[in-house]
């Protein structure tokens, strides 16, 4: 071969190489999704019921790391310092990026620029819950006593700046009443004095409330989703009361900033073909979890519209983390 032709030969060769076309088609590789939670909870259920099929789908195998601390915050940085290149994912609950934002100061990272909104999967409602010796068995009458009693009656939480707190200040608000907020380390903590008789009242997913409604020593009142849930029909919305309430919480994927928009879509796709499938439906189910699909960038404006409506209950509340 002569220099003319050699050098030819090896310009098409450049060419081809940084051409999508002669690019390894994704996924090449194993897949890294980090959970910013510990093991066990809603969005690791999630992660592993959901990643399991989708590997299946793509050939490739999908790692679960959960990364915890600083409510989510130090995976979520994790994502967001990762190479944008369609290999590292964050299974989160919205709180991450909706609240977390405007209770922490000096956030270390920016929860709309910083991540590509890949796919929400599910909606994960909470409920109000009365101890048997609360005087309210329906909503109606909690409203009542509270309104009677300003202050006397509190709710447990999950803790300070949560989703469960964020639901019980705007139930505070658009009722007009006035229950004490009672912040512990985690659901788990406060469903266990709520069971006890500790407290008279707790927000929880009901996956956490269940064994205590089973042994009959809470009723679960409402739920703070717009509408009622699959799993509980006779359980009325808090929004059948209080007309335009509502606190959902969800739980989806998202990817860091940048990531090519090729391997979001056929991410997204994989995702939304595994919630699909009925055995997957139905341990999500089991989970406390509602399917509720929204991948791109239909997700992308409700990661925006949840983070401008999450941010004014925190301001009006005046919530912080101290």
């Known amino acids: 071969m002569n220099r003319a032709l050699f050098a030819a030969a090896i310009s098409t060769l450049a060419v081809m190489a940084n051409s999508p076309v002669s690019a390894q088609p994704f996924p090449s590789r194993s897949i890294r999704v980090i959970v910013p939670f510990a093991a066990g909870g809603a969005a690791d259920n999630m992660a592993r ?6 590997g299946q789908a793509l050939g490739q195998s999908i790692t679960i790391e959960n990364l915890t601390g600083a409510g ?61 010796s609360f005087p309210g068995k329906t909503l109606p009458e909690a409203i009542a006593a509270a309104k009677a009693k300003p202050g006397q009656y509190s709710i447990g939480s999950s803790g300070q700046g949560s989703p469960h707190h964020i639901a019980i200040e705007l139930l505070n608000r658009s009722a007009g009443v006035q229950f004490a907020h009672v912040p512990y380390r985690g659901a788990a903590q406060s469903l266990a004095d709520l069971g006890g008789g500790h ?38 919305s808090i929004a059948e009361t209080v007309p335009g309430y509502s606190v959902t919480s969800w739980l989806g994927f998202l990817a860091p900033a940048k990531t090519p928009k090729a391997a ?59």
């Open 49 to 54: 019921i959901t990643s399991e099929r989708v």
């Open 72 to 132: 989510g915050n130090v995976g979520a940085l994790q994502v967001a310092r990762a190479e944008p290149n369609g290999y590292t994912l964050m299974a989160t609950i919205d709180s991450v990026l909706t609240i977390n934002p405007h209770v922490t100061p000096k956030m270390p990272f920016d929860a709309i620029e910083d991540f590509e909104p890949l796919i929400k999967l599910v909606d994960v409602p909470l409920y109000l819950a009365a101890h048997r």
């Open 199 to 236: 407290i008279p009242l707790a927000m929880g997913a009901y996956t956490a409330l269940r064994q205590f409604v089973e042994s009959g020593t809470v009723v679960i009142l409402a739920t703070t989703g717009p509408v009622r849930t699959p799993a509980l029909p006779n359980v009325p």
């Open 264 to 322: 979001l879509e056929r991410l997204a796709a994989e995702y939304a073909a595994a919630l699909r499938l009925p055995e997957v439906t139905e341990r999500l189910r089991k989970g406390g979890m509602d399917p509720a699909p929204v991948a791109l960038d239909e997700f992308g404006k409700l990661l925006r519209a949840d983070h401008a409506r999450m941010g004014k209950i925190v301001r009006d509340a005046a919530i912080t983390l101290n």
